[in-house]
């Protein structure tokens, strides 16, 4: 059993603090992006995905692709999809070189509808926090979450 004298101090240590402050900023950021997802009826994880797709356009991507490279992960892709077709904001085709691959593209509608909501989302989180950080202070805060990613 662990001393609660022991437990304290390692909780009070610099690097647990700083687990705790980036577990907190994560949870911070994650409110504000769905506080400015809300009037749109879309996830996080929908703007993930128009945004993978806005970017490959006019580039057919296939569902496992699309996964690949989601930052927000989730689980069931295929509704996920469905949702956004359903919405009008992408589409799916069979792929006419292998009948059974389905290519999803994002619609016009799509990318009108991305740029509109990426830039209320980016204006909630402080325009990716130029007001709070420098330019250098980003820099380095990236090569910091990427070494701790390793």
Same mark, same amino acid.
């Given at each position: ?65 699309? /996964? %690949? ?7 069931? +892709? #295929? ?7 359903? =919405?009008? !904001? ?32 980016? /204006? %909630? ?7 709070? +950080? #420098? ?7 990236? =090569?910091? !979450? ?5």
């Amino acid at each position: 059993m662990l001393d609660k004298e022991v437990l304290n101090k390692e909780m009070q240590s610099t690097h647990a603090m700083s687990y705790f402050k980036l577990i907190q900023t994560s949870s911070w950021i994650d409110m504000k992006i769905k506080k400015a997802l809300k009037p749109y009826n879309l996830t996080h994880t929908q703007l993930n995905v128009l945004s993978i797709l806005v970017k490959e356009h006019p580039k057919p991507m296939t569902s496992k692709a699309i /996964k %690949e490279q989601l930052i927000v992960l989730s689980p069931d +892709i #295929t509704r996920l999809l469905d949702r956004l077709v359903k =919405k009008g !904001l992408t589409k799916r085709e069979t792929n006419t070189i292998n009948r059974r691959e389905i290519d999803i593209t994002v619609t016009e509608e799509g990318i009108a509808f991305y740029y509109q909501v990426h830039k209320e989302v980016v /204006k %909630e989180v402080n325009n990716y926090f130029e007001k709070s +950080i #420098t330019e250098e202070e980003a820099k380095q805060l990236f =090569k910091i !979450l990427n070494k701790i990613m390793k």
